[in-house]
């Protein structure tokens, strides 16, 4: 006997669905980390390229202009001799900072059990 097949209640995902297009951003490689790293203050490259060890200069490069172009991360050249270029995050970037805690507050539980079920094993 075969089960029937029941109704979906959750409405479908409106056109262009905004959840893809946040994780497309969020999801992107480094770019959650870039995010975290900009949520207190803005950033120089080379402290940027210090915070995420394991990028290379070009992919960082690369998302860094990506971030930009999608309104997320602010660059700014500062007046300095040398000129320096900061990198900071927008209102709309910011508003991405409780999605990544709480990314981060799953990862944690996530975590958890997983130790706890090897520790059983």
Not at 39 to 53: N, Q
Not at 62 to 73: A, P, S, T
Request: contains cysteine; aromatic residues 4%; proline residues 9%.
């Amino acid at each position: 006997m075969a089960l029937k097949m029941r109704k979906n209640k959750v409405a479908p995902p409106p056109d262009g669905c905004p959840l893809s297009t946040c994780l497309s951003v969020i999801g992107g490689t480094w770019a959650p980390n870039i995010i975290w790293y900009l949520s207190e203050s803005p950033r120089r490259f080379s402290e940027l390229k210090a915070d995420i060890p394991g990028v290379s200069a070009k992919m960082l490069t690369q998302r860094l202009k990506e971030l930009q172009e999608l309104g997320v991360i602010a660059r700014t050249v500062k007046p300095t001799s040398p000129p320096s270029v900061e990198y900071a995050l927008t209102d709309l970037g910011q508003e991405l900072v409780p999605a990544i805690n709480a990314i981060v507050a799953v990862g944690y539980k996530l975590k958890a059990r997983r130790q706890a079920a090897e520790a059983r094993a």
